[in-house]
């Protein structure tokens, strides 16, 4: 069962964009869809270990700042060369403008 | 570090310099960034298809155009101006669209990135599936010994082969045969260090198709007995690539190896608007390697943001080789010579503690 971690307050990530968060010694990202839902992922990209918050956000793709690197940051696939490894996701709450990821 | 104790360059990508690169962390380093907002970096991403379509057009439109010409007056000497635009086009503008378009930030529309790439691919006789994994390894270990699968010139210089690269012999040389080993024989080792093993049966389709479509050009020449077919595909890979060679070069030659910040191993140079067209804004190396994902069309843009924290850009091509040539003349003795260009006073300083692994000798 999932216990609930707080990542972030809602005004911290802006519409169509990603936040970093680390917490024990793990990394994830925190993104904002156009639509207003909120999603968490690993994060660090699969093919190289760069934190995908500093990549660009495309509607619910985002892109690797290193090498162009594509996920749906929705369900984690990975959406072509140069990376072949989905992404790892975990499920997200969101209560008194609070965003809480669910780890295991 | 002794110079006693310094392990030869072996630039292969599967031997010791490789074995080394992984054990000291120089593979898959973190590198220096200069810091941008992350509002003003997240701008500065964005995509847009206008600019690169534009571009596009009239990269098509002089292909076509010069192609024309040349085959109207082939057979006489006013071919010959027509085949040196064509063969710029063909063989150095390839270059630069395969490069952009293989980012991904060319245009925001995915599927027209990817068209450019295979066009760009196919007249660079580069495997798009190989040079995709390539490409990716240089930016993560850029001009890293054992790594890099991109080093255009090692240590010590090998002058008379880089001067040959201006003719595109060299690269022809290695290019065409390599199409035909993949699509007969299959990748080699080193290519197989860097592609992952479930892409590797699609660099084979690909350099199938690119023997195909040479073969048939070949076959074309022969049916009609004439040059003309060669003159277009295929060989504006010799006569038109310099080029892309004039400015390639300058990327990183003389600078540091081994490093993990892009300001001591790669060169920004400013240029006239031709040539910027041709390379589409690479000449602003440093600033495309500390962030790739920025398109061509905004580097201009980010330069402006960061120049306060880049050693000053090279004012011309002339000037960045005259500044490189006697530090390549000294490699050729002291391979670990390299050009340690200064920093603006505004700017974060190296860190030294990076790069005491390779202890280099630098040029002030």
Known sequence: ?104 | MSSSDKTRRDYSLVGESTRRAIETGLASAEWYHTEVPRKVMKELMQRRDGPAIRDTLLWFALLIGSAAGAIWFWGTWWCVPFFFVYGVIYGSSSDSRWHECGHGTAFRTRWMNDVVYQIASFMLMRNPVQWRWSHARHHTDTIIVGRDAEIAVMRPPDLLKAALMFTGLLDFRYALPGLFRQAFAGLNAEEESYIPEMERHRAVVAARWHVAIYLATVAGALYTWSFLPLMLVGLPRLYGSWHMVLTGLLQHIALADDVVDHRLNTRTVLMNPVSRWIYWNMNYHVEHHMFPMVPYHALPRLHELIRHDLPAPNPSMWHAYREAWPVLLRQLKYEDFYLRRDLPPSARPYREEFHALATPTAAE
């Open chain 1, 1 to 104: 069962m999932a216990h609930w971690i707080e990542a972030c307050a809602v005004d911290d990530v802006d519409e169509e964009d990603v936040i970093r968060f680390d917490h024990g010694g793990r990394t994830f990202a925190i993104f904002h869809a156009p639509d207003g839902r909120f999603y968490a992922t690993d994060g660090l990209c699969t093919h190289e270990k760069v934190h995908l918050a500093d990549g660009l956000v495309m509607d619910h793709v985002i892109e690797c700042p290193k090498h162009n690197g594509r996920f749906d940051y929705r369900t984690g696939a990975a959406k072509g060369a140069p990376v072949c490894v989905n992404l790892a996701t975990y499920p997200v709450k969101v209560e008194a403008g609070t965003v809480f990821i669910g780890l295991d």
